[in-house]
């Protein structure tokens, strides 16, 4: 089955302590990206990645990292979690970061930074 | 002025009825145009894709474009109760960069 897996999916934290949220697909898909969700902002997007090794910030990339070692694998760092990083995650990916292209969304990381 | 508008809603339409949703753009080298949905606290599900101007449809969901007036629309037929959810309007600019509008809450009432 085609798919975006995120990893953990609810995730509750303290101030200070790095977390990985993993995001692996299986459709072999270039573009992968990393977004946030809050009440009233909607979808941002932290940061994405065009092919392995290729990555950019987008628009709310301040306190987080990601790496694309492998092309199924995209997965965001928080080096000092704050409280403001309290959100909806969403992985998402596509063929490739074209016009037409559909991006698809892993199931969200609920993370609570207390 | 945000570059992807969406009334945030509810829009509250009877079991039954049509349910048109709305979403207006700024940027005018847009090239694709989206419409997602999304139940609470679940991910984004994609529900039609436009890329010409005009109308498309895929059952009870009609897509219309109006590129010069920079203006997308989702129409839903024969409103069911499990339609109600947050419909996410998304557009892919001349940057190829995909922006979401905050969404419109839609209540469909039995």
């Known amino acids: 089955e085609a798919q975006v897996t995120q990893n953990p999916r609810y995730l509750i934290t303290v101030t200070g302590k790095k977390l990985t949220v993993t995001c692996s697909q299986n459709?072999?898909?270039?573009?992968m990206s990393w977004y946030r969700q809050d009440p009233g902002l909607g979808l941002r997007q932290i940061y994405y990645s065009m092919n392995v090794e290729v990555t950019d910030k987008g628009d709310v990339p301040e306190g987080y990292k990601v790496s694309r070692k492998e092309k199924r694998n995209f997965p965001l760092i928080l080096e000092s979690p704050s409280p403001n990083q309290t959100s909806l995650y969403f992985c998402?990916?596509?063929?490739?970061?074209?016009?037409?292209?559909?991006?698809?969304f892993g199931a969200g990381t609920r993370l609570s930074v207390l | 002025q945000k570059e992807v508008e969406q009334n945030s809603g509810p829009l509250s339409v009877p079991e039954g009825a049509i349910a048109s949703l709305n979403c207006t753009y700024s940027d005018r080298g847009s090239q694709s145009f989206f419409w997602y949905r999304q139940y609470s606290g679940k991910s984004p599900e994609l529900i039609m894709f436009i890329y010409s101007n005009g109308d498309k449809e895929d059952g009870r969901f009609t897509a219309q474009l109006n590129k010069a007036s920079q203006y997308v629309s989702l129409l839903i037929r024969d409103s069911q109760p499990s339609d109600s959810a947050t419909y996410l309007c998304a557009v892919r600019g001349a940057t190829n960069k995909l922006i979401f509008g905050t969404g419109t809450l839609l209540a469909v009432q039995p």
């Open positions: 459709m072999n898909h270039e573009y």
């Open positions: 998402a990916s596509s063929l490739g970061g074209f016009a037409k292209n559909i991006q698809y």
